[in-house]
């Protein structure tokens, strides 16, 4: 069935269109994430635990990277759904062409940045297979500026609500990035340069699918030069939305890369450990990640037609479905563990920190779906500096300490439990904020 260009989420059964919106969003997230779980998978298999733990290492830094750019990707999202949902087209279009304009800038900078500093990276992480780690970071990093270009593609297209299209760009680059690391890997022996090499090449075609699409969709962004001028008002509202959301993620990011580095003073069978169980928690943090975008940018298209009863309710109906698939995926992690971390190594010396890992941290998604449901509310509302002060209570007051202090009481098991206390911190954040209603608001009708 063919994809609608765009779709008024204003309108229909707030959990039936939700679901509908958020089903593709869910799919198109577990398939970009297989580049870091194929990455891994292969490497493990063919390098061993030198090879996964480089991979783990430099894949925590392009981590913070892709926060970054989808955290102010949102801005330009938010801006963008709100103005569809008032019916502004000429402000639409305003606003996707400074936006893009942006990210080019944004995007070609941090691809430089990043290169040239991967060394003094690695070393602030210790990371314990140095070569390889950056090897596989200064070719990643080439990649960046397809990184900002496809997040904001795609931000755009599921601002109107097209959740389809995306899908379909990175089911060519995941089926792209698995064929090309087992060639580059297993046939060319390029080791984790070839990795990331086939990462890099499946970014840049999921980029260029996404903007030979855009290009015909003239209902949505017609391409001309004049919209590509960045409007000083509509960059200040996208860096005002944008950055916290960017900021949070790269706290977020940071404060993982600082139970890394914990984790590596304990040697490379750990890293490895932790890098595989990162992967597995991660892929199974998919469908409460595809819901919180979802029900922000449904949450935004009906705070910007004033919807603010409909907004509520697309809040509670994605945390229901959150809640209960969490309860789900925690009882399959918790029987089949041992089953899923083979799947990426045999070595018992990485194998078993790895299951008792994922074992203890994997509780803490039942605590994710309640406060990243509350964030798909200040985001669609616009109030992203409500979502960098909740990562800051979790990630900054609450897991690097509890971290540090667990770690000194029982080694690498207390700061598994310190990451899986932590998020509880962020619920009572989110439950204030909605109660206090301040998100009752339509930046779009403001501009």
């Known amino acids: ?28 997230s577990i398939l970009q994430s297989l580049y870091g779980v194929a990455d891994m998978l292969i490497v493990s298999r063919f390098l061993g635990s030198a090879g996964a733990s480089a991979v783990s290492n430099s894949g925590q830094i392009t981590r913070i990277v892709t926060q970054i750019a989808i955290g102010i990707a949102t801005g330009g999202g938010i801006l963008a759904g709100q103005y569809f949902g008032n019916k502004d087209k000429e402000n639409l279009e305003y606003a996707i062409g400074s936006f893009f304009t942006l990210f080019a800038g944004i995007g070609t900078v941090s691809t430089v940045v990043f290169f040239v500093c991967s060394r003094f990276f690695l070393s602030a992480l210790k990371a314990p297979a140095p070569e390889e780690s950056l090897a596989y970071l200064q070719i990643c990093s080439c990649g960046f500026l397809f990184v900002f270009g496809y997040n904001a593609l795609a931000a755009i297209l599921r601002a109107v609500g097209n959740s389809g299209k995306p899908l379909h760009f990175i089911i ?24 990331a090499a086939a990462t890099v090449a499946a970014q840049a075609l999921s980029f260029g699918l996404a903007l030979h699409y855009l290009t015909r969709q003239k209902e949505i962004f017609s391409f001309e030069k004049k919209y590509f001028k960045m409007q000083a008002g509509k960059v200040l509202i996208i860096l005002k939305l944008g950055i916290p959301c960017a900021v949070q993620m790269s706290i977020a990011g940071l404060s993982w890369l600082t139970v890394t580095r914990l984790v590596n003073d304990y040697g490379v069978a750990l890293s490895a450990a932790n890098g595989i169980s990162t992967k597995i928690k991660d892929f199974s943090m998919q469908l409460i990640s595809s819901l919180t975008t979802g029900a922000a940018a449904m949450i935004a298209q009906n705070l910007g037609a004033s919807l603010y009863d409909r907004a509520k309710k697309t809040l509670y109906s994605a945390m229901r479905i959150a809640l209960l698939t969490s309860v789900v995926t925690v ?13 990426f190594i045999s070595d018992p010396e990485v194998s078993g920190p790895a299951v008792l890992n994922l074992r203890i941290e994997i509780v803490s998604q039942l605590f994710y779906a309640i406060f990243l449901i509350y964030h798909s509310l200040m985001i669609g509302a616009g109030h992203t500096l409500c979502v960098l002060f909740s990562s800051f209570v979790n990630c900054v007051l609450v897991r690097i300490p509890l971290s540090i202090f667990m770690n000194g009481l029982w080694g690498p098991v207390g700061i598994f439990i310190a990451c899986a206390i932590a ?19 339509s930046i779009a009708a403001k501009t």
């Open 172 to 195: 060519a680059s995941t089926v792209t990035n698995v064929v090309l690391d087992m060639i580059f890997i297993g046939v060319f022996k390029w080791g984790t340069a070839g990795a």
């Open 423 to 441: 998020p509880v911190s962020s619920v009572p954040v989110g439950f204030i904020y909605e109660k206090l209603g301040r998100w009752k608001t």
């Open 1 to 28: 069935m063919a994809v609608s260009a765009r779709t008024d989420l204003t309108e229909g059964s707030v959990s039936a269109r939700l679901i509908r919106y958020a089903v593709p969003i869910m799919v198109a």
């Open 331 to 343: 009882i399959v992690v918790e029987i089949f563990a041992p089953q899923l971390v083979a799947l």
